[in-house]
């Protein structure tokens, strides 16, 4: 196990560099190599709120809608299996704003020198490289038997506003997984956005499968896949300290 998650390392700082070669003009490495870790923001006694829209399609005209609220809460830190410091991330959820918390799940995630890593109901997703460039390309699934998900900065330490929202932030890094949309078949496209010293402020994930029969095909007609948005709400320390 330890030899393989080596080798995925590997795997991934090469995809890493290889996305700066055959450029007209490459991008200078940055002189700090932890840029960015502070977007991840993993902070034992933090939080954050969102609020989640998710729709789940099931068929042509046939879904599901829900609307809800989700809190994490950064615990303590532990040391795993392979001697990595990791944190546990609760995830608490409740249906309106005057409802009770009510644990949902339970994550880790953890920060090195080189990449941040979020490991979400047993399966690990590689989240960013350090440091931090923009344009950056990487495996997110390297760690994990899923097939390759390509994630690429798009831009880094720019201000971003959170849509149909008045919470803005001067510097936020925006990560693209995979976009994919031939317009007849399927929709993959999903996004994550980061901010400094705050973390995850902003999720969007679209991914279809359109019908492909001879009366709908080419329409974007959904037959099967899943919406799901997270807007940050509010975030702080747990207690108010």
């Known amino acids: 196990m330890a030899k393989k998650v080596f080798l995925s390392l590997i795997l991934v700082l090469m995809v890493a560099l290889a996305c700066f070669s055959g450029r007209e003009t490459d991008p200078v490495m940055p002189?700090?190599?932890?840029?960015?870790?502070?977007?991840?923001?993993?902070?034992?006694?933090?939080f954050?709120?969102?609020?989640?829209?998710?729709?789940?399609?099931?068929?042509?005209?046939?879904?599901?809608t829900f609307n809800y609220q989700l809190r994490e809460?950064?615990?303590?830190?532990?040391?795993?299996?392979?001697?990595?410091?990791?944190?546990?991330?609760?995830?608490?959820?409740?249906?309106?704003?005057?409802?009770?918390w009510s644990l949902d799940s339970t994550w880790s995630a953890r920060v090195n020198q080189d990449y941040a890593l979020t490991v979400e109901n047993?399966?690990?997703?590689?989240?960013?490289?350090?440091?931090t460039i923009k344009g950056t390309t990487w495996d997110g699934n390297a760690f994990n038997t899923s097939e390759i998900d390509q994630y690429e900065i798009?831009?880094?330490?720019?201000?971003?506003?959170?849509?149909?929202?008045?919470?803005?932030?001067?510097?936020?890094?925006?990560?693209e997984h995979n976009v994919e949309d031939d317009s007849v078949t399927v929709r993959d496209n999903r996004k994550e956005v980061f901010a400094d010293s705050v973390g995850l402020v902003y999720k969007r994930y679209e991914v279809y499968k359109y019908c492909s029969l001879p009366a709908c095909l080419g329409q974007k007609i959904i037959q099967s896949g899943r919406f799901y948005t997270e807007t940050l709400t509010a975030h702080g320390s747990v207690g108010g300290s």
């Open 31 to 46: 002189l700090d190599p932890t840029l960015g870790q502070s977007y991840f923001f993993l902070v034992e006694g933090k």
């Open 48 to 64: 954050r709120e969102y609020d989640v829209r998710e729709i789940r399609h099931h068929g042509v005209n046939i879904s599901d």
């Open 73 to 100: 809460e950064v615990k303590e830190p532990f040391i795993n299996d392979r001697g990595d410091t990791s944190h546990i991330v609760f995830r608490y959820v409740r249906t309106t704003a005057t409802a009770s």
């Open 122 to 131: 047993n399966k690990p997703f590689v989240k960013m490289l350090y440091p």
């Open 154 to 175: 798009v831009p880094f330490d720019a201000f971003f506003s959170i849509p149909n929202s008045l919470i803005s932030f001067e510097k936020a890094m925006e990560i």
